[in-house]
Structures are given as C-alpha cells and as structure tokens.
C-alpha cells in the first residue's frame, strides 16, 4: 500500500512539474508580448516583420535586416560546425585510441566552459583581421572583416564542442551487434560508421542539430562583436550583418526612456522567441518522421 501511495504521489509531482515548466513558457510569452503591445498598436506586425527600413527618431521599425542577420549568421555556423563534429565524433566513437579520448574530451569540455566574450575577442583579433586582410580581397573589393562570415565562424567554434558531445553520446547508443554483423559481412569501418552508426543514429544527430541552431540562433555577445551591427540586409557573407540578440543587448538599457523603441526591443525579443518556438516544434515534428523512416 506504502509502494502504491509513494508511486501515486511521484506521478502527480512530475506532471504538477511538467505543467509548470510549460507554464513558464507560457508566461514568457505572454510578458513578451505585453510589453510590445506599444508598437503593435500603432504598425502591423507583418510590416513590422517584412520592412527592411530601420529609423527609431522618424517611429520606423523594420525588422527584417535583423532577422535575416540572425538567421544566415546561424546557417553559416551550422554548415561550418556539423561536419566536423560529426566526422570528430565518429573518429572519437569508432577509431580513436583510449588515450586520444581522455585527452579530448576534458579540451571539449573546457571549450564548452569559455564563455562567449572570449570567443568574441579571439574572433575580433584572429578571424576579423584574416578575413579582411587575407580572405576578403580574393573576392570582394573591400571587406572590413566584421562580417557574417566571421560571425559564422565565431559561433560554429564555439557550437562545435556541444555537437561533439552530445553526438559522441548518441552514437555510443548504437549497439555494438549491429557494427560487428556489419563488420562480418565485409563492411569497412567507413562503411560501417556511414551506413550502420549514422542512420541508426538520425533522430538523435537532428535533435542534437536543433539545440545546436538554437543556441546559436540566441548568442549575443559573440555576435556583437564580430559581426559589425550595421543595419542591412546581407547580400555576401563578406557583408556586416546586425543580428536580433545583438539589437537587443546594444540598445535596451539606452532606450529605457522610449516606449516605443523600448516596445520594439520587447517585439524583437518576441520575434525570436516564436521562431525559436516554430523551428523547434517543426523540428520535432519532422524527427518523428525520420524516426519511422530510420528505424531498424
């Protein structure tokens, strides 16, 4: 009976728990939009969204340049960070000596550890003056160095470790059977990671691509500091970019004293939150679908 009566009472503790976590999504959005109610109440939130015209003193808020910034800055970081994680992780998995490992992942670790206003340094001193001075003039004219590129750059570094981790986790889920019946049929080890430990593995690379898009989606400092912040729409990664996170940390604190372009922050902080919320929902949705289509 005492069994019965713990069990119970555990159920109930994590679904008050569950619904409380979805609660404080809730709330957040909520408190987001509130606060942006201001500027929705004089403009259209569709033109808000689509107008590339950005002039705070004359009430134009056009958000576009901002959301395109954030969303090529993360493309650029994934499409630089996911194969060599991914190739990282299978050499650490399926090839590396023992000692190799215990040496990478503590360095792994300890990457994950920096926090991001060193990355942004690190990208101001190294990467910003290699893509002006060395990369940029092969295709561009004239290229200031604080680019997308560079805060493509910047972020998949530091991205990298996070998709190491948690691919070096999901493809030490793979079970060994399945590697040593491909082994016997012939397979190499190539083969054998590309074809058994990579499908087997889908639906955990995905979800761990998600997180990964999401944090970048949301990095702010790095960002800030690399990427230029000029308002623009980007037609080159050798073109400065002004991200949505870094529109918000440059000018919140100094426009307390505007409602309007204080509501605009707490629009652009919407704005990310319901494209973060819609990318993972879809995400989630279309995992589901390579989890059937994947499964052995």
Avoid at 249 to 273: D, I, Q, R, W
Wanted: with cysteine; proline share 5%; glycine share 6%.
């Amino acid at each position: 009976m005492r069994r019965v009566l713990i069990d119970k009472l555990a159920e109930n503790a994590m679904r008050v728990l569950t619904v409380i976590s979805l609660l404080f999504l809730l709330i957040m959005g909520i408190g987001l939009y509130y606060k942006s109610r201001t500027i929705l109440a004089d403009n259209n939130a569709w033109d808000l969204l689509a107008s590339s015209k950005w002039s705070p003193l004359t009430g134009e808020f056009g958000f576009l340049p901002f959301i395109l910034g954030s969303v090529y800055v993360t493309v650029i970081s994934v499409v630089i960070a996911l194969p060599v994680a991914l190739l990282t992780s299978l050499f650490l998995t399926e090839n590396a000596h023992r000692l190799v490992r215990n040496i990478v992942f503590p360095v792994l670790d300890i990457l994950a550890g920096i926090p991001s206003v060193v990355y942004g340094l690190w990208g101001t001193l190294i990467i910003v003056p290699w893509i002006s001075d060395t990369l940029g003039p092969h295709f561009v004219d004239y290229t200031s160095g604080y680019t997308l590129l560079a805060g493509g750059i910047v972020l998949a570094v530091m991205i990298i470790p996070l998709l190491v981790s948690l691919f070096v986790e999901i493809f030490s889920t793979v079970p060994q059977d399945f590697k040593e019946a491909s082994a016997s049929l012939g397979a190499t080890r190539w083969q054998t990671s590309r074809l058994i430990v990579v499908r087997k593995a889908m639906p955990g690379i995905i979800a761990a691509v998600v997180l990964a898009v999401s944090k970048a989606f949301g990095e702010t400092l790095a960002v800030l500091m690399v990427c230029g912040n000029m308002v623009q729409i980007p037609h080159s990664v050798f073109d400065s970019a002004y991200p949505l996170p870094a529109l918000i940390a440059n000018n919140y604190g100094e426009m307390l004293s505007l409602p309007m372009y204080e509501s605009a922050l707490m629009f652009a902080a919407l704005t990310m939150f319901v494209i973060i919320f819609i990318f993972n929902a879809l995400s989630r949705i279309i995992l589901q679908n390579v989890e059937k289509r994947f499964k052995l």
